[in-house]
């Protein structure tokens, strides 16, 4: 688990990155489970693009797809770290990539394919041998809090403040983590282990601590050339094997 966070901190900073060049926060990083290294990321590409579909996972997807080709059988070695849980559309695409885990920060109320509206992941009607392991919660808070800081920021921007509670910002409550949409009581225990069993009974999280320094830094092109470096010391690595 504490690696899962080490590369949901990297998904963070991409989403943070996005934020602070006006994009909505939400990133995401795909990892190579054996080498664990990242091979591709993305970022919600909605507000400066105008597409309804350019969300963070397809762009990840396609950096893949033109390195190493649309036969998808790398994804059943890959495992994609995002801040906010997929949507329908993405965690369809996702199983039938054959993808082998989703890890995920805070849950998709609206649109979420991993257990808030529709369990994909789970869903035996298509591409059945497809199923994939979905973890919810993993620096969750901190998902959180970087759209609540695009909310308050697009509010104060709209010429007329839709509301005054959007202005104020939440730093202190979260909604409960319903961790039983997402995960049985068994994958939870196999995903986090007993000690933490509380934490399902609960609905709380895991990790209760908010990293404030990883959601308040700023992430500059040196961040950006590093992944960079990372993804193509990746790629070289996968040539040589
Ligand atoms: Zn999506």
């Known amino acids: 688990m504490s690696q899962d966070v080490t590369h949901m901190r990297t998904a963070v900073k991409l989403a943070k990155y996005a934020l602070d060049h006006s994009e909505t926060p939400v990133a995401c990083i795909f990892v190579h489970a054996k080498l664990n290294k990242v091979i591709a990321y993305g970022m919600n590409g909605t ?52 993808i082998k885990k ?28 497809n199923k994939f392991v979905s973890v919810p919660g993993i620096l969750r808070k901190e998902a959180i809090m970087l759209l609540r800081y695009f909310y308050v920021r697009e509010n104060d921007r709209a010429p007329k403040p839709r509301t005054k509670k959007n202005r104020k910002l939440d730093r202190e409550t979260f909604p409960p983590l319903q ?60 040539k040589n094997i």
């Open 102 to 129: 989703v890890v995920f920060g805070c849950g998709n109320e609206r649109f979420g394919g991993n257990g808030s509206i529709l369990s994909i992941q789970n869903d035996t009607s298509t591409v059945r041998s």
């Open 47 to 98: 507000n400066v693009s105008i597409s309804g579909i350019s969300h963070a996972e397809f762009m990840g997807v396609k950096q893949i797809q033109d390195k190493y080709g649309t036969d998808p059988s790398i994804f059943s070695e890959i495992v994609l770290y995002v801040t906010v849980e997929p949507c329908i559309m993405c965690a369809s695409a996702l199983k039938q990539l054959g």
């Open 179 to 238: 961790w039983d949409k997402y995960l049985s009581h068994e994958e939870f225990l196999e995903e986090f282990g007993k000690e933490h069993e509380n934490s399902f009974s609960l609905n709380q999280d895991v990790y209760d601590s908010i990293e404030w320094d990883l959601i308040d830094s700023n992430y500059g092109d040196d961040f950006m050339v590093d992944l960079q470096k990372e993804i193509e010391l990746t790629e070289t690595a996968l």
